[in-house]
């Protein structure tokens, strides 16, 4: 059973860093490419980045481009998301998901999400 | 970047009814068109992917037609558990795009 945990969200100061973790398990992850996209409260669905499944292509958003980088361990079948110069437009129900294959691909698996607030 | 459209914002159908919702691409995106079903606070699935395909596991009373700017997704006799948010997703190329959304309710 293809599994996604997020962890590591919570309350992040206006300028400031946060890292989401999302623990994949049920499938070969290296094989997979994966995507993070988040949910402003009320709002609608943002795709924020991807990447390959050998980690070695990226892509962002424009307006997260330079702030956030996404990351893999395949090792550890562990995404990740370092979120940096955060925003108060960053508030958010972040969620990882893995790709139906390739890099650009919908996807098939969501995880629960992790909740970022960005308050001072 | 392309920009995804999605048409009506919101709808009420009654239990059994026929219900299309339009999504439409600022430019041709042959069929890399995935469709999600958002039920209220919970996670996205995965309804149709390249356009017309239908998710495995996803019933059958739900379909997708279209390519190149145009699309559709058709609920042929809607129920009561169909009570989400639907969003239209183009996926070939970065900017990844999801439609704004289109709320569907029970009349």
């Known amino acids: 059973e293809v599994q996604l945990l997020e962890s590591g969200g919570g309350l992040g100061q206006p300028g400031g860093s946060l890292r989401l973790s999302c623990a994949a398990s049920?499938?070969?992850?290296?094989?997979?490419?994966m995507t993070w996209v988040r949910q402003a409260p009320g709002k609608g669905l943002e795709w924020v980045s991807l990447?390959?499944?050998?980690?070695?292509?990226?892509d962002y958003a424009d307006s997260v481009r330079g702030r956030f980088t996404i990351s893999r361990d395949n090792s550890k079948n562990t995404l990740y998301l370092q979120m940096n110069s955060l925003r108060a437009e960053d508030t958010a129900i972040y969620y990882c998901?893995?790709?139906?294959?390739?890099?650009?691909?919908?996807?098939?698996?969501w995880g629960q999400g992790a909740l970022v607030t960005v308050s001072s | 970047d392309i920009q995804m459209t999605q048409s009506p914002s919101s709808l009420s159908a009654s239990v059994g009814d026929r219900v299309t919702i339009t999504c439409r691409a600022s430019?041709?995106?042959?069929?890399?068109l995935a469709w999600y079903q958002q039920k209220p606070g919970k996670v996205p699935k995965l309804l149709i992917y390249a356009a017309s395909t239908l998710q495995s596991g996803v019933p059958s009373r739900f379909s997708g037609s279209g390519s190149g700017t145009d699309f559709t997704l058709t609920i042929s006799s809607l129920q009561p558990e169909d009570v989400a948010t639907y969003y239209c997703q183009k996926y070939n190329t970065a900017p990844i795009t999801f439609g704004p959304g289109t709320k569907v309710d029970i009349k």
């Open positions: 998901a893995k790709h139906t294959s390739g890099s650009y691909r919908p996807s098939d698996y």
């Open positions: 430019q041709g995106i042959s069929n890399y």
């Open positions: 049920g499938f070969t992850f290296s094989d997979y490419g």
């Open positions: 990447i390959s499944g050998n980690g070695g292509n990226t």
